[in-house]
């Protein structure tokens, strides 16, 4: 079966840099990739990684290593509109998503 | 607009009735994908449809069926409803296999009472 592990709410402070950690277990693996959803809203596509390394996109970045089952998000320069939760999601013939981690961000 | 179209955005019923929610994909995009969220879970796949044939099945209960037309648009079908079922219901659909990243409507919020 598959798993994936992240921790249910993070807080930080505006302007500050915050990590999200995933780790997975899965039998069949193509990538890890994370999704932003705020409240009441459809999630929405932040990142893709099938490679070992750190992949950039603005004030995102996401990194994965294959050999430990893990990745992580890490958000800069917070804005008080990066308040959402954040999934994790790991591809196989379907994406399967963890449950999901809520940022608090404080002023 | 992501582009994925889902209707209805809300949906009351009573226990034990049948509905049907409906999606249309992204242009263009021919898999289809259905998930059901729940108060503060994640999102629980149920079942994936490309070009209009069934590709994957997750936890999907059998009082739940969903098909793929045609024209790509999706049903998706929930019959004997109960309380339990109340969640948000969410489309997405990819250009191919998906595994790079799907496309998700804005859902249906059902609520069964």
């Not at chain 1, 930080?12 to 995933?22: K, L, S, Y």
């Not at chain 1, 308040?83 to 449950?99: L, M, T």
């Not at chain 2, 659909?93 to 998906?98: P, T």
């Amino acid at each position: 079966g598959q798993s994936l592990e992240q921790p249910s709410e993070v807080t930080a402070v505006e302007g500050a840099i915050v990590q999200i950690n995933c780790t997975y277990q899965t039998s069949g693996f193509y990538g890890l990739s994370w999704y932003q959803q705020h409240d009441g809203g459809a999630p929405t596509f932040l990142s893709y990684n099938a490679l070992d390394g750190l992949e950039e996109t603005g004030r995102f970045s996401s990194f994965l290593s294959r050999s430990d089952s893990y990745g992580y998000l890490l958000l800069q320069e917070l804005q008080m509109k990066d308040s959402a939760s954040y999934f994790c999601a790991v591809s196989e013939d379907k994406i399967i998503f963890g449950k999901g981690t809520r940022l608090h961000i404080l002023p | 607009d992501s582009g994925v179209t889902q209707t209805p955005k809300h949906l009351i019923t009573a226990t034990g009735q049948r509905v049907t929610l409906r999606c249309s994909p992204r242009s263009g995009d021919l898999s289809v994908y259905w998930y059901q969220q729940s108060l503060d879970q994640g999102l629980q796949f149920l079942i994936q449809y490309y070009n209009g044939e069934e590709r994957a099945k997750g936890n999907i209960l059998e009082r739940f069926s969903a098909q793929q037309f045609p024209d790509l648009h999706s049903e998706l079908n929930l019959s004997s409803l109960e309380l339990g079922d109340s969640a948000l219901y969410f489309c997405a659909s990819s250009g191919d296999r998906g595994n790079y990243g799907y496309t998700f409507g804005s859902g249906t919020r059902l609520t069964v009472v």
